[in-house]
């Protein structure tokens, strides 16, 4: 992965931002919004109003459609991957991905987040005892229908543990192109078929979550060449609060609330 390269650091609020040059801090759902000074997801052609619903795709989109570079990548402010930059936020000094790192990663086509591992659930079954499931099986409907060379790959949720989550990656410009065409044609056809507006302002957001079940189907039907890299997060996730919310999901039929 050589050449020009820009990071989208997505964020709703002010927050502290990396330096280097790899990085472009961008507002998303900026529409209607006091302005951070930073760029912003409503130039141009954009979906920023969306942003209650499809959550950090706004700037996806908003990248996909405003940006003329070699590559296009997205973390979050409280998400980065791990690599030899020196990021002081907080009062504490993070390693973060930097533009040098990329010589490295010449030999890779996309740069991805370790897999993460559910363990005693299915991606699938994951999604059902956390989430409203429907959103997910008219995706699939959409996917058999419109793209039936990705229905195999997406049944098999429903039997795969791990994924690359929290919609993160760097790719090639080419790629990144072909892949938005793909994702925001199945969420836009989504979109179209359900009422998103009837779920409470957590679960409406599942556009961005199924986004991130539909990277690794993209990925693996075209045989793209990846790399993963470590997340380094900036601030501490409750793993005892998670794993009890996941416990109560699993097995008492309580779907989650909120993020972690």
């Known amino acids: 992965m050589q050449g020009q390269t820009k990071v989208i650091v997505a964020t709703h609020k002010k927050y ?31 979906i920023s109003k969306l942003n209650p619903f499809f959550c950090e795709l706004t700037g996806v989109y908003w990248a996909w459609k405003n940006l003329d570079i ?32 990329l010589e490295k990663l010449s030999d890779f086509d996309v740069i991805l987040p370790k897999k993460r591992n559910y363990f005693i659930e299915t991606l699938y ?4 005892h956390t989430m409203y499931v429907e959103p997910l099986d008219i995706t699939g409907e959409i996917i058999k229908r419109d793209y ?21 990656f760097i790719m090639k410009k080419d790629i990144f192109d072909k892949y938005c065409e793909w994702l925001f044609d199945i969420l836009f ?16 957001r599942f556009f961005g ?13 075209n045989n793209i060449r990846y ?23 699993k ?3 309580k779907k989650y609330e909120k993020s972690f």
């Not at 039936?148 to 993160?168: C, D, G, I, Q, V």
């Not at 056809?189 to 409406?204: M, P, V």
């Not at 790399?227 to 999901?249: H, P, Q, R, Y």
């Open 70 to 101: 070699q590559n296009v990548g997205l973390v979050h402010y409280r998400r980065y991957f791990k690599g030899s930059f020196d990021f002081f936020v907080k009062g504490k000094k993070k390693k973060i991905l930097c533009e040098k790192d």
């Open 125 to 128: 079954s994951h999604y059902n």
């Open 209 to 221: 979550r199924i986004s991130e079940l539909l990277l690794d189907i993209y990925i693996n039907v």
């Open 227 to 249: 790399k993963e890299i470590d997340v380094v997060n900036i601030e501490k996730t409750n793993w005892i609060k998670k794993g009890c919310s996941f416990l109560k999901a």
């Open 251 to 253: 097995f008492s039929g």
């Open 16 to 46: 502290e931002m990396p330096t280097d040059e790899l990085y472009l801090p961008l507002q998303v759902g900026s529409e209607g919004k006091e302005s951070l000074n930073i760029e912003k997801d409503c130039t141009g052609d954009n």
């Open 148 to 168: 039936p060379e990705y229905f195999s790959e997406f049944e098999k949720l429903k039997t795969r543990k791990s994924a690359h989550m929290f919609n993160m």
């Open 189 to 204: 056809k989504l979109k179209n078929k359900i009422d998103y507006e009837k779920y409470d302002s957590f679960h409406a």
